[in-house]
Every structure is written in structure tokens, then in C-alpha cells.
């Protein structure tokens, strides 16, 4: 839940009003988006991390002291936000008069 991720990071933006978190190994949690209210998409280059103190999280086995590690800069993108039109080719069968006929095709 929202409130589990929140007792083991601080976010430096909000991540919206709800996700949940799971650790799918010992060294790899994955954060999923629920409900991005109230949030603008985390930005590559700004948004970073700290575990917090009070999360208890060390290394495996357990040997150092807590960490209060924060993450490198996020990396990485979230896609192509309005798609794009990147080419428009005209081809015909080359017709008698050269212009747009029956059968002629818009390749977009």
C-alpha cells in the first residue's frame, strides 16, 4: 500500500494519491502507479529518493548499520506523450496525367 512504500522512502515529487510497492528480490523494489491525482509524472534528470532511517533497511546478511541512502537522479523516460506523425508518402501507379487517381496511396 501508499502508506508501507511511504514508511521506507521519501519522494522528492509526489507520486499521486495511490500506489503500492513490492520487493521482487533483496535488492529490487517496484513501485506501481495507482492513482496519479494530484502529481505530475516524476521527471527524468529531478526526481530522486531517500530511504528513511526509521525503514531499518542494512545489507543481507544484516551487517551494516541503517542506511539513509538516497538514489541517483531518475533515468529514463516515460514515452512519447503525443504521438507524432513522422512521414507522409504519396504513390501512385503513375497514371496517364501524374495526378491523384483511384488505387493511388497515402502512406502515413
Keep these: 500500500t501508499k502508506a508501507q512504500v511511504d514508511t ?9 494519491a495511490d500506489y503500492t510497492g513490492v520487493w521482487t ?32 533497511m542494512r545489507n543481507y546478511p544484516p551487517t551494516s548499520a541503517r542506511t539513509t541512502a538516497s ?15 513522422t512521414r507522409l508518402v504519396a504513390s501512385g501507379d ?3 496525367d501524374g495526378s491523384f487517381d483511384a488505387g493511388d496511396t497515402l502512406t502515413i
Excluded: H, M
Design 8 to 16: 521506507i522512502f521519501t519522494f522528492s515529487d509526489s507520486l499521486g
Design 25 to 56: 528480490s533483496r535488492s529490487v523494489f517496484i513501485i506501481t502507479a495507482q492513482d496519479t491525482t494530484g502529481s505530475a509524472p516524476p521527471t527524468p534528470g529531478f526526481f530522486s529518493l531517500q530511504v528513511k532511517e526509521s525503514a531499518g
Design 71 to 85: 538514489s541517483p537522479l531518475l533515468t529514463g523516460n516515460w514515452g512519447t506523450v503525443i504521438p507524432e506523425v
Design 94 to 96: 503513375g497514371g496517364t
